[in-house]
């Protein structure tokens, strides 16, 4: 009687139900390459490149330039409502030069020179 009882007991035992793990966080990816900078308000700009080398103010818009040793990124900024804060809305990008440059390469090099200080 004893071994019914005990099998029983192991056989109920099999039965219960175990949460199943939780599922992992999703995280996004980064931003890379032009996401890191179109869009973004001059406050972003700073945080990712560091005090502007030129920041020129006409009207409502704004030009931001960031010069590094590979390359001149020129952020135009136009606020895309009446009154809002103005966002990147076109890059330019080339050597110091004057020649064309990628503009998502001058990105991460002007990005590194921040991180590097």
Do not use: W
Not at 27 to 49: C, E, M, N, S, Y
Not at 89 to 112: E, K, M, N, V, Y
Request: charged share 20%.
């Amino acid at each position: 009687m004893k071994r019914i009882l005990l099998l029983g007991a192991g056989l109920l035992a099999g039965c219960t139900t175990t949460a199943p793990p939780p599922a992992p966080a999703v995280h996004a990816p980064p931003p890379t390459g032009l996401d890191r900078v179109v869009g973004k308000d001059a406050r972003a700009l700073q945080i990712l490149f560091g005090v502007p080398d030129l920041d020129v103010r006409e009207g409502t818009a704004r030009k931001l330039q960031y010069a590094g040793p590979i390359c001149v990124l020129d952020a135009y900024l136009y606020p895309p409502a009446s009154g809002q804060e103005p966002v990147v809305r076109h890059l330019d990008a080339r050597t110091p030069a004057g020649d064309d440059f990628d503009r998502a390469s001058c990105i991460a090099a002007l990005s590194r020179r921040v991180e590097a200080r």
